[in-house]
């Protein structure tokens, strides 16, 4: 009869214990279950992004969507407030969720080069150091450009210049804000030729191959300041003032 008794006894405990263990692991389970589902809010991809594309211009091109914690990649972000500046390193494709590692610093892309935004075309330039920056711009920099020239006393004298240029001979004019430097190529001192190669004149020390990206119709403009001016290029910066600035001529700096 004891025996029994301390059986019964035994069996109560070990079906009290599995209970509790039961739903213990229960409740854990439940737990973990709803940790997974947790919302987190991401951007995803509308529409494809070239690889290049600066972060400040897919804003249109992303969404936020709220999705489970456990579908969510790591490394997934949620706003591009903190990404100014920098590129995508590679093509996004529609229903992807925007990873931060994709988005870098231009620089950070194929060495001294970056992608051309998509619709754009570039175009090469020989410039010497003093047009450069003294050498420092480099690809990814954002900048402006100018172009110089001498005028031809025909041409000077009213042929086809715009008006307010007649009598003067030199002038110079603001070609473009916001034009993508997208390589940059050291050039050999002495050992290549400058864009004026039939006269044979080598390249000083410090000059560059500098690659830009431009419309065909911007391209045009600047080649021409190219074959019959001069170009200079200065760089900008995010808090950079652009203007629209006449024509400068002499006559204008003496005003």
């Known amino acids: 009869m004891k025996t029994r008794l301390l059986?019964?006894?035994?069996?109560?405990?070990?079906?009290?214990?599995?209970?509790?263990?039961?739903?213990?692991?229960?409740?854990?389970?439940?737990k973990r279950a709803q940790e997974g589902l947790d919302p987190?809010?991401?951007l995803v991809v509308k529409e494809r992004i070239p690889a290049g594309t600066k972060a400040e211009e897919i804003q249109?091109?992303?969404?936020v969507e709220t999705l489970p914690q456990s579908a969510v990649a790591p490394g997934t972000i949620s706003a591009l407030t903190d990404q100014t500046g920098k590129v995508t390193s590679a093509d996004l494709q529609p229903g992807e969720q925007l990873l931060g590692m994709k988005l870098v610093s231009p620089k950070e892309l194929a060495p001294g080069t970056v992608p051309v935004p998509e619709g754009l075309q570039e175009s090469t330039f020989v410039l010497?150091?003093?047009?450069?920056?003294?050498?420092?711009?480099?690809?990814?920099?954002?900048?402006?450009?100018?172009?110089?020239?001498?005028?031809?006393?025909?041409?000077?004298?009213?042929?086809?210049l715009p008006?307010?240029?007649?009598?003067?001979?030199?002038?110079?004019?603001?070609?473009?804000?916001?034009?993508?430097?997208?390589?940059?190529?050291?050039?050999?001192?002495?050992?290549e030729k400058s864009a004026g190669a039939d006269k044979g004149v080598a390249l000083p020390n410090g000059s560059a191959y500098v690659t830009v990206a431009l419309s065909d119709a911007n391209a045009s403009k600047m080649v021409f300041g190219a074959e019959f001016g001069t170009l200079w290029l200065s760089k900008q910066n995010e808090k950079t003032a652009k203007s629209d600035p006449p024509t400068t001529t002499f006559g204008g700096l003496l005003q």
């Open 7 to 30: 059986g019964g006894i035994a069996a109560l405990l070990l079906a009290v214990i599995g209970t509790v263990l039961l739903v213990t692991y229960v409740q854990g389970a439940d």
């Open 40 to 42: 987190v809010s991401v």
């Open 60 to 63: 249109s091109k992303v969404k």
């Open 128 to 160: 010497s150091p003093e047009r450069i920056l003294g050498g420092r711009i480099e690809a990814g920099d954002t900048v402006t450009v100018y172009a110089s020239f001498k005028v031809d006393d025909a041409i000077a004298a009213g042929a086809n």
């Open 163 to 191: 008006a307010g240029l007649t009598g003067w001979k030199n002038f110079t004019e603001l070609l473009y804000h916001d034009v993508l430097v997208t390589a940059v190529q050291q050039a050999a001192p002495d050992a």
